[in-house]
C-alpha cells in the first residue's frame, strides 16, 4: 500500500496556502481560539475544505508554527556555540517568549500539549524543549544558572511571561519580564 501523499492539484494547493495565510492573520488578531468558520470564509473556503486539510485546530495552529517553533530549535543549537552560555540562554528565551506571545493563547496550548504524545504540536514543542534543555545545561557547567533550575520550570516561567506580557504596555514588556525572572536564575 502507498502511504506517500500525492501531490495537491493546483486549486487545493492555493486553497491550503490561503487558509494558512488566514489563520496566521486570524491567531494573530483574535489568538490561536480565532473562529476557524471565520478564517475559511475569509479564505474563499468552505469549512469542509478548511477540515480535508487541517482535521483539528491543533494541526492547524501546528501547521502555522511549525516554521517558527523549528527556526526556534535551531536557534538553540546555533547559541550552544555562544561563548557565553547564560547570555545564550536568555536570548533565545526572549525569541521563544516573544513568538509565544505572537498568538493570545498560545503559551496555555503549548503547555497543554508537553504531556500529550497525540498532539500535532508534540514533536515540535519537545524539538524546542531539547534545545533549551542543552543551553541550560551548559549555563549552569558555566556556573552561571542555578544547578537547581529544571527545563519545564523553565518553560512555565517562559510561558507565564509570555501571558503577562500580552497585559503590559509598550514594546519592551516581555524583554523586561525576562529581565526580572533571569535575575533570580543567577547562580549566587
Not at 481560539?33 to 475569509?42: F, G, H, M, N, V
Not at 508554527?65 to 536570548?91: C, N, V
Not at 503549548?110 to 541550560?136: I, K, W
Not at 514588556?173 to 547562580?187: I, N, P, S, W
Amino acid at each position: 500500500m502507498d502511504t506517500e501523499k500525492k501531490p495537491l492539484r493546483a486549486d487545493a494547493r492555493r486553497n491550503y496556502e490561503r487558509l494558512l495565510e488566514e489563520a496566521r492573520h486570524a491567531f494573530a488578531a483574535h489568538g490561536v481560539e480565532a473562529s476557524l468558520e471565520e478564517i475559511a470564509r475569509r479564505a474563499g473556503v468552505g469549512i469542509g475544505t478548511l477540515y480535508r486539510h487541517f482535521p483539528t485546530r491543533e494541526a492547524l495552529v501546528e501547521t502555522v508554527l511549525r516554521d517558527r517553533f523549528d527556526g526556534q530549535a535551531e536557534k538553540a543549537r546555533e547559541l550552544l556555540d555562544s561563548p557565553e552560555p547564560l547570555d545564550a540562554l536568555r536570548t533565545w528565551l526572549a525569541g521563544m517568549g516573544a513568538e509565544s506571545a505572537r498568538y493570545r493563547g498560545l503559551p496555555e496550548l503549548m503547555v497543554d500539549v508537553l504531556d500529550d504524545e497525540t498532539s500535532p504540536l508534540y514533536a515540535s514543542c519537545h524539538a524546542m524543549r531539547d534545545g533549551v534543555s542543552h543551553l541550560m545545561e551548559r549555563a549552569k557547567v558555566s556556573g552561571g544558572l542555578r544547578a537547581d533550575v529544571t527545563v519545564d520550570e523553565l518553560l512555565v516561567l517562559l510561558h507565564a511571561l509570555s501571558w503577562a506580557s500580552e497585559h503590559l504596555s509598550g514594546d519592551k514588556g516581555l524583554e523586561r519580564l525576562v529581565d526580572l525572572v533571569f535575575a533570580g536564575l543567577r547562580a549566587s
